[in-house]
């Protein structure tokens, strides 16, 4: 929201998992036998210094190792078996990825303890890259859900000193990452939270380091508000890390805020110079939009989605699905669409007739928010085979000219 946004605005739903949530996924990686720790210690093997790792390459307890067993529920209901994309370059590209608002710690930034909140997004974010690359996550700092909830209803102060502790603790993360990669190719990725943090990471750091940016494969951003010139690709908050137009390009950026319609005038994502748009810094409104990729066609068609989504978190589900992944195949289609002032990427249900499969809502149950948010609790999961997808046709790109 704008500096001058009314504190009486409804609170903010939590931006991505719950704590019911994320102690039901925390609870089937247990039951699963994955040695995860479910409460880590700053001073345990995964810390040094001011670095901790929620998912590092080689631990035994790296939530982002989960099982990627799928299953895909059709549109008269039968359950067959389902395959995230993989690709031959996994274990050569590194995946650096940044974790969304899910602490409801009363504090304004969370510590490096790892928690049940960061377990779970951990896996139900994160793990099905493990399909395309090596994943590292840092435990830092985050800005907890009640500090967003204050920013976004107006107290734009807290909100930017707050994220400048978030940021920080990620760039010695950053840091520390580069440190370790040797050399190999590098896929970011970030959700809500972690998405300011990736945009501001790239505008203020990687585009000043030329060796870094020949080993960018790919920028994921998904609610971010990233913002580009109007009808352009680069130029605005990014000046060399340009959006993706194509399946074949890579050092791009896939960025984008999804809704069932046009976002209202007061959203949170959509509209520049508003909502998490200053969460990095990104206050122009005028000659400027928030940036729209769609996953599922870079080139700027029309294409169906491909979801997955734990399934857990599918309670309609739960009985007939045994494994811990669930897609639905040919029920959503997504584009990018602008109007009034806004850009969006439209997802639209295909859902009709007998065909019982759960869609998505705005906003979250038992909350009064809604169309401010549009579909930011699920937008990830929405789009996570095409995301997946993406990197792997990046990844076989960037190793052609390399």
Not at 44 to 53: L, S
Not at 204 to 233: A, C, F, W
Not at 285 to 307: W, Y
Request: hydrophobic share 40%; charged share 10%.
């Amino acid at each position: 929201m704008s500096q001058s946004a009314s504190s009486s605005q409804s609170a903010p739903r939590r931006p991505l998992l719950g704590q019911r949530v994320a102690t039901l996924v925390v609870s089937a990686v247990l039951l699963s036998g994955a040695a995860l720790i479910v409460a880590a210690s700053p001073s345990g093997a995964a810390t040094k210094g001011n670095v901790a790792w929620l998912c590092q390459p080689g631990t035994p307890s790296d939530p982002c190792a989960f099982s990627l067993s799928a299953s895909a529920v059709s549109s008269n209901g039968s359950v067959s078996s389902a395959q995230l994309p993989r690709s031959p370059l996994a274990s050569k590209v590194d995946c650096f990825y940044v974790h969304p608002t899910v602490s409801a710690d009363p504090a304004k930034n969370t510590g490096l303890t790892v928690t049940k909140a960061e377990l779970g997004v951990a896996v139900v974010q994160a793990a099905p890259f493990s399909n395309v690359c090596r994943v590292w996550a840092p435990q830092y700092r985050s800005q907890t859900e009640s500090t967003v909830a204050k920013g976004l209803a107006g107290d734009t102060s807290l909100l930017q000193s707050t994220f400048n502790t978030a940021y920080e603790s990620v760039l010695t993360d950053w840091k520390a990452f580069v440190s370790q990669s040797d050399g190999r190719p590098i896929v970011l990725i970030g959700d809500s939270q972690g998405s300011a943090i990736l945009i501001h990471l790239v505008a203020s750091v990687i585009e000043r380091e030329p060796s870094i940016l020949t080993r960018l494969v790919s920028v994921i951003l998904v609610g971010g508000n990233l913002q580009v010139p109007t009808g352009k690709t680069v130029g605005a908050t990014f000046t060399k890390v340009p959006l993706c137009t194509s399946a074949n390009q890579t050092g791009c950026a896939i960025a984008f805020s999804s809704f069932p319609s046009e976002p209202p005038v007061d959203s949170f994502f959509g509209r520049p110079g508003q909502g998490v748009s200053l969460q990095s810094g990104q206050s122009t409104k005028s000659g400027e939009q928030v940036a729209c990729v769609n996953p599922a066609d870079l080139s700027g068609g029309t294409k169906d989605l491909d979801p997955f989504f734990f399934t857990l978190t599918q309670a309609a589900l739960t009985s007939s699905v045994s494994t811990p992944w669930v897609t639905y195949p040919n029920l959503y289609s997504a584009h990018c669409a602008r109007g009034g002032g806004a850009t969006w990427l439209q997802v639209t249900s295909l859902r009709s007739g007998s065909d019982a499969r759960p869609v998505v809502t705005e906003g979250a149950p038992a909350t009064s928010s809604g169309p401010q948010w549009g579909y930011h609790v699920d937008e990830f999961s929405l789009a996570l085979g095409n995301l997946v997808h993406d990197v792997a046709v990046e990844e076989a790109t960037w190793s052609a000219h390399h």
